[in-house]
């Protein structure tokens, strides 16, 4: 990386590890009081640029000159067992840019607004209530990330996409081993192209008899079969995953905070604002926010020149004091969408309403039929995926207040 001769900050190295699971990196806070863009060492030695602050990694995902295309020469890989040929990335709305990306996400986007999603509310509903309803009746204690927190937005991303649930634990497993970095690469790759055999035969058997589900519809519009085979991939590893973090973390937060679990139990209506914090306070999918710049950019004072890698730090940015009046706290009356949980600008999660009713009806729905729920194991024998894209907990025992 070119124009780092300059360096006014002291050394940091990054991807951070979380050391406490239910709180941000420390080491964010000194991050924040740095320059607007400072530069940063990954884990091999290779320097690349880093953005902290709030309105800056606004900028930088807005901003066309940055890419998401990890194809491209430069992009910065977060550990070893990322492709290391850049072939072997998948070309999909995530990496793609304009003008391609646009009109990719235009073709799936009705799939996803708010309208759409409030008709599903009922059917999540449903699948909510199915799951407590075995959370309650399991042998104490349960583990309520595997009953719960995992099977909910499994199930709801299979109907939409057209994916049979009975494949469930197949596709779980994959994506698992897909987005661990702990994984070889030899591994992640298994892994990845299973998942994209397994979408290939789908995806057929589709385009010869189109179902009224996403992948049916968009086969029956004409879309591409590689194109399609990679949209479903995406879909369901990120349709899953990234919620079922969620409403892991979101109920050990509130089992940690009486008082929020009440405003949750008994203020239905705050409970989109309880949500809103809870996504800003744990931004579970930091590590895919990076960018490689396609041209020559002057930032905040930095040179960057075209290949420069920065990474987006989006968790430090919703803990920064210029856009959060009480970073340190969960707050629902200082509950905003400025955050960047969702990402920002182009690349904004296509799942974010989706996301946002699973976790509102999830959350609402067991602080009230299930208001004796306690952790089986003390906070600190929590086991976290660090080593994954996706944070979140390995599992979360718990006992009901319920006798069996």
Not at 51 to 74: M, P, Q, Y
Not at 241 to 251: H, N, W
Not at 298 to 326: K, S, Y
Request: hydrophobic share 40%.
């Amino acid at each position: 990386m070119q124009g780092t001769s300059d360096r006014t900050c002291p050394a940091v190295h990054l991807p951070v590890r979380r050391e406490d699971g239910l709180a941000p990196p420390g080491d964010y806070a000194g991050m924040l009081a740095l320059e607007p863009v400072f530069p940063a060492t990954l884990y091999d030695g290779r320097e690349v640029w880093a953005v902290a602050r709030h309105s800056v990694v606004r900028e930088v995902l807005n901003d066309v000159r940055f890419s998401t295309d990890r194809r491209r020469e430069g992009y910065p890989m977060l550990s070893a067992s990322q492709p290391a040929r850049r072939r072997d990335v998948p070309r999909n709305i995530i990496t793609m840019d304009p003008p391609e990306h646009p009109e990719a996400r235009r073709a799936v986007t009705q799939e996803f607004t708010s309208r759409r999603i409030n008709q599903l509310r009922p059917r999540i509903q449903q699948v909510v209530d199915e799951r407590i309803d075995r959370l309650l009746e399991a042998t104490q204690p349960v583990d309520l990330f595997e009953v719960l927190a995992l099977p909910v937005p499994s199930l709801v991303i299979c109907e939409l996409i057209g994916v049979p649930y009975r494949d469930h634990a197949f596709f779980e497993d994959r994506s698992s081993r897909f987005l661990s970095a702990a994984a070889s690469r030899e591994e992640r790759a298994a892994a990845v192209e299973e998942l994209r055999e397994y979408m290939h035969t789908l995806v057929a058997d589709k385009e010869r008899h189109p179902t009224e589900d996403l992948l049916g519809r968009q086969a029956r519009d004409g879309a591409e079969h590689d194109y399609l085979v990679e949209l479903g991939v995406l879909l369901l590893v990120a349709g899953h995953e990234t919620t079922a973090s969620m409403i892991g973390l979101g109920t050990l937060a509130l089992l940690q905070r009486p008082h929020l679990w009440e405003v949750v139990r008994t203020e239905p209506d705050r409970v989109p604002d309880v949500v809103e914090e809870l996504l800003r306070w744990f931004t579970i999918a930091e590590k895919v926010t990076v960018r490689v710049a396609i041209e020559d950019v002057e930032l905040h004072g930095r040179h960057i020149r075209a290949g420069d890698g920065l990474l987006l730090l989006t968790n430090a940015a919703n803990h920064d004091p210029e856009a959060v009046a009480h970073p340190e706290v969960i707050d629902p009356d200082q509950a905003s969408r400025q955050h960047l949980a969702f990402g920002f600008g182009p690349h904004l999660c296509l799942g974010a309403n989706l996301a946002r009713a699973e976790l509102e009806i999830a959350l609402g729905t067991l602080t009230r039929r299930v208001p004796g729920l306690r952790l089986a194991v003390p906070v600190s024998e929590l086991r976290f995926r660090h080593e994954s894209s996706i944070f979140g907990p390995l599992e979360i025992p718990v006992h009901t207040g319920t006798a069996h």
